[in-house]
Structures are given as structure tokens and as C-alpha cells.
């Protein structure tokens, strides 16, 4: 069953989704949205960066 991308609205096939929770500090609280994978990777990606790029030192 396909999905709505939560940021461009592309309706994507469910394996290509990425499901996300966002908690807010609103009214609204919490966000549970899909996200197709290349508006996953441009705009949450890098939001959550990991460590492991950092961890290249000798
Ligand atoms: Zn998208």
C-alpha cells in the first residue's frame, strides 16, 4: 500500500518509505509521517548525523 511523502507529497510504494516520529513541543505533539527515502536523506538525514563519521581519527 503506498504512502504520502510527508514533505513533497509523492505518493511512494511502502518499502521505499522511511517512517518517521517527530516529537514536537506543541499542541500538536507528535508527527507520524512517512517520508520517501531521497527527502529522507536531503532534509532528515542530516539532522541525524552520527557520530561514526567523526570516528575516523587514528
Ligand atoms: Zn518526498
Known amino acids: 500500500m503506498p504512502e ?11 518499502d521505499a ?5 517527530i516529537h514536537i ?5 507528535v508527527l ?6 531521497p ?3 536531503e532534509r532528515l538525514g542530516p539532522m541525524f548525523e ?3 563519521t567523526q570516528e575516523q581519527s587514528p
Open 17 to 21: 518509505t522511511v517512517h518517521t516520529v
Open 39 to 41: 527527502c529522507y536523506e
Open 4 to 14: 504520502t511523502c510527508g514533505i513533497c507529497g509523492e505518493t511512494v510504494p511502502f
Open 50 to 52: 552520527r557520530v561514526d
Open 25 to 29: 513541543h506543541s499542541e500538536a505533539g
Open 32 to 37: 507520524d509521517v512517512y517520508v520517501c527515502r
